[in-house]
């Protein structure tokens, strides 16, 4: 029996045999625009024909960039895509990457052609890249004269710095001798020692912008010491310049935006910092000045004549102490011998005989305290205070004085 294969197996395999043909899977295919829908969702859809036939083309949103006009019927265009089947209808169509309006066809071959050999050699590096100064003060530019690009950049540097320089260079930017005149502009700006060089111009075609994507002009903004900014054209335009300047800028007021500093914010920036710093300083300063006085209060109680101050005080201290002790101990010294001597005159002789007493004494010397001492005719001595009696005993009497 023969082998029956299903729509589906049918469909694989022929998309099998599209996605295997390396001529299908990157294909420029030539051709007039007709059926052109934009959809919600982004998608292009549209056909490509010529005089014998017509082919399905879709361009989807994600691939929009590789667009840089609006297509419309009619228009003779060239399509960089992959033809290739949908499987569910069974139906090969051409799936675009890139859309350029016919005429620059060969202009985009030499493009890539070009971009590939530089790209080689390694002149889109990042490590060839120049940083761009931060603060330029004096910046050059190579463009036309009269052209809108001088204009934004000029307005935008203005706004943001008026105390930038701007120095332009007059070049052509299109047709003949353009490139040779950029070259020139580049070479003569940076014998001028500019801070940084913005290249560039307003958008337009492959045709009008083809100056920057000249060889020449890549090696003059590869081999230039100054920093370069390319600004060609708008957002959607890609030059070779834009590869090797060490800078890319969509448009040159972006150009000028991304090459002059913001006077104001610098001065806003600055003027914080310096708060900052003065705050900081002031902080510095008054630990410095805490620790300045602990230490002097450190060195105050650890020096030597503070130390001898110390000592002297507490010698000082010390004899007050013993000299209130002394005074102490001699007061109470004073008040016991006050005492002692009241005492001893309560036991003096002389203190007797003052209080009118007498001392009587037999011729023998001995106190005469009875009168069994005695007895008549016997010689007797008496004290008194001012000297002494003699006399002699008559008779004794005998008294009973405790009775009384």
């Known amino acids: 029996m023969r082998n029956v294969y299903s729509v589906k197996q049918v469909n694989a395999y022929i998309k099998n045999m599209f996605t295997q043909d390396f001529m299908l899977n990157r294909i420029y295919v030539k051709g007039e625009v007709s059926n052109c829908k934009y959809h919600t969702s982004g998608h292009i859809y549209f056909s490509l024909k010529d005089e014998s036939g017509a082919?399905?083309?879709?361009?989807?949103?994600?691939?929009?960039?590789?667009?840089?006009?609006?297509?419309?019927?009619?228009?003779?265009?060239?399509?960089?895509?992959?033809?290739?089947?949908?499987?569910?209808?069974g139906k090969y169509q051409l799936y675009a990457k890139e859309i350029i309006l016919d005429g620059a066809g060969l202009l985009y071959e030499r493009f890539e052609a070009l971009k590939k050999e530089l790209g080689e050699m390694g002149m889109f590096s990042e490590e060839y890249k120049q940083p761009i100064p931060k603060f330029a003060k004096k910046i050059g530019v190579v463009t036309a004269p009269t052209g809108a690009a001088i204009r934004d950049i000029m307005n935008i540097s203005a706004r943001r710095n008026p105390y930038v320089q701007l120095l332009l260079y007059p070049a052509l930017v299109q047709g003949d001798g353009a490139a040779a005149s950029i070259v020139k502009g580049i070479?003569?700006?940076?014998?001028?020692?500019?801070?940084?060089?913005?290249?560039?111009?307003?958008?337009?075609?492959?045709?009008?912008?083809?100056?920057?994507?000249?060889?020449?002009?890549a090696r003059a903004i590869f081999n230039c010491k100054t920093p370069i900014i390319s600004a060609v054209g708008h957002e959607t335009d890609t030059t070779i310049a834009d590869y090797v300047a060490d800078l890319r800028a969509p448009t040159p007021s972006a150009a000028a935006e991304l090459a002059v500093y913001e006077y104001q914010a610098l001065q806003n920036y600055l003027e914080d910092k310096r708060l900052k710093l003065k705050r900081g300083l002031y902080q510095k300063i008054q630990m410095e000045r805490l620790k300045i006085e602990r230490y002097r209060t450190k060195m105050r109680y650890l020096h030597p004549r503070t130390k001898l101050q110390q000592q002297q005080q507490r010698y000082v201290d010390l004899e007050q102490k013993l000299r209130l002790a002394m005074d102490k101990k001699l007061t109470m010294s004073k008040q016991r011998l006050a005492i002692y001597i009241e005492r001893m005159k309560g036991l003096s002789p002389l203190a007797k005989l003052n209080q009118g007493f007498s001392y009587v004494?037999?011729?023998?010397?001995?106190?005469?305290?009875?009168?069994?001492?005695?007895?008549?005719?016997?010689?007797?001595?008496?004290?008194?205070?001012?000297?002494?009696?003699?006399?002699?005993?008559?008779?004794?009497?005998?008294?009973?004085?405790?009775?009384?």
């Open 55 to 89: 082919i399905s083309c879709i361009m989807f949103a994600g691939q929009r960039n590789g667009l840089g006009f609006r297509m419309q019927d009619g228009q003779q265009v060239i399509v960089l895509g992959t033809v290739t089947t949908y499987e569910r209808d």
């Open 361 to 404: 004494a037999s011729e023998r010397g001995n106190v005469v305290k009875s009168i069994q001492d005695v007895k008549a005719e016997d010689s007797l001595t008496i004290y008194v205070t001012d000297g002494l009696i003699k006399t002699k005993v008559e008779e004794t009497i005998k008294e009973d004085y405790g009775e009384r």
């Open 187 to 217: 070479e003569t700006l940076e014998k001028q020692g500019v801070d940084v060089i913005i290249v560039g111009r307003g958008g337009g075609s492959i045709e009008d912008l083809w100056a920057f994507n000249e060889e020449v002009v």
